[in-house]
């Protein structure tokens, strides 16, 4: 990965942190993938006495790894539903702060540790920044279904007029990938999506799916890493 998009990154991280785990933040849900690294890495530049006040909730098997390997303090959300703020990535972000996620299968757990914050941040690097879904992001949005039920669900989102529905395959293992939950997931090509919230609505109703990586007015920033070194804000 090239070093002008880990800065982007790391960019994005660090003003999402400054911006938004003030004094009074106590409980905190941490995203997954590769940007969110970043957001650990500002928070321990901070020291231990500045992160000794805050939980931190996990959205994945990943995530939850990062939390404990930094010695931050490891919550859940069963036993905090109500979160200060989120921090997370994403894969696509349109322009209006809808995204897509999923592109780590981790965006079950992320969507409930987003939509329990009080704030949800989204932060990336400018590959990210689109107008509408689907411009960049080309590897089709990420849906977790129940093993058995994935020729069905993939019958169906043939019949709403997905492009290609493929089961994700694993690179170190035969077979698919199983995500954190015991389950598969489809990545579906529906070119662009101009109805983010109708297109969801649609797909999740299909028997047998668990969550679409459609996030649809859940965030309230992002931050955009650019080229130039700076840091764009879009707020709802
Ligand atoms: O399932 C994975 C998540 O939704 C990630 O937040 C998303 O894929 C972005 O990951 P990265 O920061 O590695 O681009």
């Known amino acids: 990965m090239s070093s002008l998009i880990e800065e982007a990154k790391r960019r994005a991280a660090y003003r999402a942190v400054d911006q938004h785990i003030t004094y009074h933040v ?3 849900g941490i995203g997954s993938g590769s940007t969110i690294g970043y957001v650990v890495e500002r928070l321990l530049q901070r020291g231990k006495e500045a992160n000794a006040r805050i939980v931190f909730i996990p959205t994945s098997f990943q995530s939850r790894q ?3 390997d ?3 303090t490891l919550g859940d ?3 905090y539903p109500e979160l200060d703020v989120t921090i997370d990535g994403a894969d696509e ?3 209006n702060l809808n995204a897509i996620k999923g592109g780590g299968g981790c965006h079950l757990r992320e969507k409930v540790v987003a939509e329990a914050a009080k704030k949800f941040i989204i932060i990336a690097d400018y590959r990210k920044n689109a107008k509408t879904l689907g411009e960049k992001w080309k590897q089709g949005i990420p849906i977790e279904v129940v093993p058995f039920t994935y020729t069905r669900v993939i019958k169906e989102l043939k ?3 997905c492009e290609n529905p493929t089961l994700r395959m694993a690179n170190a293992k035969a077979g698919p990938v199983i995500t954190d939950n015991g389950n598969f997931l489809i990545d579906a090509h529906f070119g662009l999506v101009n109805s ?3 297109l969801l609505r649609k797909i999740k109703l299909l028997t047998g799916v668990v969550e679409v990586g459609l996030f649809v007015d859940v965030a309230d920033v992002v931050y955009f890493g650019n080229e130039d070194g700076s840091v764009s804000e879009k707020k709802r």
Request: aromatic letters at 0%.
């Open 70 to 72: 930094n010695g931050l």
């Open 77 to 79: 959300v069963d036993q």
């Open 159 to 161: 019949d709403l007029g």
């Open 66 to 68: 990062l939390i404990v």
């Open 93 to 95: 972000v349109d322009e």
């Open 26 to 28: 106590r409980l905190v």
């Open 196 to 198: 983010p919230g109708e």
